[in-house]
T-cell receptor
Framework: SQTIHQWPATLVQPVGSPLSLECTVEGTSNPNLYWYRQAAGRGLQLLFYSVGIGQISSEVPQNLSASRPQDRQFILSSKKLLLSDSGFYLC?????????FGSGTRLTVV | QKEVEQNSGPLSVPEGAIASLNCTYSDRGSQSFFWYRQYSGKSPELIMFIYSNGDKEDGRFTAQLNKASQYVSLLIRDSQPSDSATYLCAVRGGKLIFGQGTELSVKP
């Protein structure tokens, strides 16, 4: 079966610290993968998407970056977190019937 | 103008009533349209998608699409308290773009 894993579920990080969020998928090959962020009470904002290994497209200029070192692995990173980076981070992959989301990481920058 | 617009709500309906959720989009080239349900603190889950003009029914849910008016809606019949959630409209031309969501509250 096709599943998507995301971790950690919650994270509290100080301003200026680094970040690494990981997303992996199972049951498929060469998926299109996406990182979204949802600020409190807001809709989903597309941050990055990837159509293959090493291929990253950035949607919003910011201090975040993404990498895809393996076919089924997508990583969201930051060298120095800002308060405004707080939010609910969601990894997703696209299927013919729509996008399926992971369980998300709630990041609080303090 | 936002690419995908929804009324933020909250929309409050009594149990058993019909809930009507609306969404408009700006890109006339959009090809597919989705409704997601998001419970508080959880990730969105897909409940309906529609590609063609007209209605699509799945159980208590009906999605309606009018491409000429750039309008898509979701009807929930016999609303239940468990339907209380935020409903996100999403539109795909190239990438999937989300509206800000409508909060629905179903009162027993």
């Amino acid at each position: 079966s096709q599943t998507i894993h995301q971790w950690p579920a919650t994270l509290v990080q100080p301003v200026g610290s680094p970040l690494s969020l990981e997303c992996t998928v199972e049951g498929t090959s060469n998926p299109n993968l996406y990182w979204y962020r949802q600020a409190a009470g807001r809709g989903l904002q597309l941050l990055f998407y990837s159509v293959g290994i090493g291929q990253i497209s950035s949607e919003v200029p910011q201090n975040l970056s993404a990498s895809r070192p393996q076919d089924r692995q997508f990583i969201l990173s930051s060298k120095k977190l800002l308060l405004s980076d707080s939010g609910f981070y969601l990894c997703a992959w696209s299927l013919p019937g729509g996008y399926t989301f992971g369980s998300g990481t709630r990041l609080t920058v303090v | 103008q936002k690419e995908v617009e929804q009324n933020s709500g909250p929309l409050s309906v009594p149990e058993g009533a019909i809930a009507s959720l609306n969404c408009t989009y700006s890109d006339r080239g959009s090809q597919s349209f989705f409704w997601y349900r998001q419970y508080s603190g959880k990730s969105p889950e897909l409940i309906m998608f529609i590609y063609s003009n007209g209605d699509k029914e799945d159980g208590r849910f009906t999605a309606q699409l009018n491409k000429a008016s750039q309008y898509v809606s979701l009807l929930i019949r016999d609303s239940q308290p468990s339907d209380s959630a935020t409903y996100l409209c999403a539109v795909r031309g190239g990438k999937l773009i989300f509206g800000q969501g409508t909060e629905l509250s179903v009162k027993p």
